[in-house]
Antibody
């Protein structure tokens, strides 16, 4: 069945770079797109960006200068890198399988930005 | 960016009752290809959001027919009939027509 799982550090220092990995199973990254979505505690989700099935990318313009999404299809992994983290980047980060809607979500990984 | 406005912010319902949640977008969600990419998600406490409805009115795999979506253009509604305990949580509408994809602030469904 379709599964996505996020992994990465739970704590990041202010001004540092966040690196997250989404490992997928049950589908091919060359057939489906994967989006990253984050959610501050108690607030609504925020779409960050997408890795298209053909390798192209799309980013939220509010984050574009700090954000990079890449993939390794041989390992079934999608990567997120975001630099210059601040405290308001704290929240739960999800990867999702993305077609006409965000159909499948990972369990999420909590990222706290704090010194 | 397309702003998604959900009302009400919270709802109290009795088990077995019916509720409606409204979602309005600041721009039409009709894509150039003719599709309208408006979705509804439910986030239960401590869980990831789950897709309920996509393209306005299509139920996702395994979703009960107690959930129905309707609307067009900029006005959309999610109806839940015969509310069950497992329906409680926060409901979000989201649009995928225009980048960046955006979500409403959520409607919390609680028991009366």
């Amino acid at each position: 069945q379709v599964q996505l799982k996020e992994s990465g550090p739970g704590l990041v220092q202010p001004s540092e770079t966040l690196s997250l990995t989404c490992t997928v199973s049950g589908f091919s990254l060359t057939s489906y797109s994967v989006s990253w979505v984050r959610q501050p505690s108690g607030k609504g989700p925020e779409w960050m960006g997408r890795m298209w099935y053909d390798g192209d990318t799309a980013y939220n313009s509010a984050l574009k200068s700090r954000l990079s999404i890449s993939r390794d299809t041989s390992k079934n992994q999608v990567f997120l890198k975001m630099n210059s983290l601040q405290t308001d980047d704290t929240g739960t980060y999800y990867c999702t399988r993305d077609l006409t809607a965000l159909a499948y979500w990972g369990q999420g990984t909590l990222v706290t930005v704090s010194s | 960016d397309v702003v998604m406005t959900q009302t009400p912010v919270s709802l109290s319902v009795s088990l077995g009752g019916q509720v409606s949640i409204s979602c309005r977008s600041s721009q039409s969600l009709v894509h150039n290809n003719g599709n309208t990419y408006l979705s509804w998600y439910l986030q239960k406490p401590g869980q990831s959001p789950q897709l309920l409805i996509y393209k306005v009115s299509n139920r996702f795999s395994g979703i009960s027919d107690r959930f129905s979506g309707s609307g067009s253009g900029t006005d959309f509604t999610l109806k839940i009939s015969r509310v069950e305990p497992d329906d409680l949580g926060v409901y979000y509408c989201g649009q995928g027509t225009q980048y960046p994809y955006t979500f409403g602030a959520g409607t919390k469904l609680e028991l009366k």
